[in-house]
């Protein structure tokens, strides 16, 4: 064999070897994908066991006085995680929080509103906007500690927290979408309580942030979140969609000269 062959073989060996190991790499990644997922499965699946072997006769799921925020909470849960509407302990979680009193607690009103809304809002529509009107009363307005947050009760006036307050509008946001009708001034009166209380930029890195409440110090990433969000919902929700036509804008049609 003479040397350009020689050299012309020694490439090709080279490009073949090159070509499975390129070729071996996406399998051994999409084993470990699989494996991934099958383990994240397997996971969601326990999960959803523990819960559903925890929960009541009533249907609902104990927490330390709270029944109605737990159960609202394990009942989004189960559903998120692909039980479907009809699973028997979804209904019977559902039932429970569609018969229950509403109780005296952000929380828990506002966990009510995002179960029932993802259930079944149809069906739900008059227990949504009874959840609907107790947010809206329970927003503080002016001359209360921060006009446009949430605290823990309707009835507490003096103090917040952007906890409470992102719930709140969580829950508001599922009665919305649900078609449950929600005053602009709610949304406004939010927008302008995070606005107001961001923290200014510390130094091009940090940008501004979001705390527990006004005397909470830096903000943690939970908050962070929490603040980016609550300012997102209230946007949404205002942005002016009067050209939005059956799913279609109307941006093209003809314009009236008078």
Request: glycine residues 10%; negative net charge.
């Amino acid at each position: 064999m003479d040397q350009g062959a020689s050299m012309r073989l020694r490439t090709t060996l080279i490009l073949l070897a090159g070509c499975v190991t390129l070729a071996g790499a996406p399998m051994s990644a999409r084993a470990q994908e699989r494996e991934l997922r099958e383990a994240a499965l397997t996971a969601i699946t326990r999960a959803q066991q523990y819960l559903t072997g925890k929960q009541l006769d009533s249907g609902a799921w104990p927490h330390e006085g709270h029944p109605v925020g737990a159960t609202a909470l394990v009942t989004l849960s189960l559903m998120y995680s692909g039980l479907p509407v009809d699973n028997p302990h979804v209904q019977r979680g559902v039932t429970y929080l569609a018969e229950a009193e509403i109780p005296d607690n952000t929380y828990d009103v506002s966990l009510m509103a995002m179960a029932l809304a993802l259930a079944d809002p149809g069906r739900h529509r008059g227990r949504l906007e009874s959840l609907k009107r107790w947010l809206v009363d329970a927003q503080l307005k002016e001359g209360d500690a921060s006009p446009g947050a949430w605290w823990y009760h309707k009835n507490d006036r003096g103090g917040w927290d952007n906890s409470n307050t992102q719930f709140a509008l969580l829950g508001l946001r599922e009665c919305a979408h649900a078609g449950v009708d929600v005053p602009r001034d709610v949304w406004l009166r939010a927008q302008q309580h995070f606005l107001r209380h961001k923290s200014g930029a510390v130094d091009a890195r940090s940008g501004v942030s979001f705390g527990y409440n006004a005397g909470s110090g830096d903000a943690r990433g939970s908050m962070q979140v929490a603040g980016i969000s609550s300012l997102m919902i209230p946007s949404s929700m205002l942005d002016d969609d009067s050209d939005v036509k059956r799913g279609e804008i109307d941006c093209c049609g003809a314009i009236d000269d008078e």
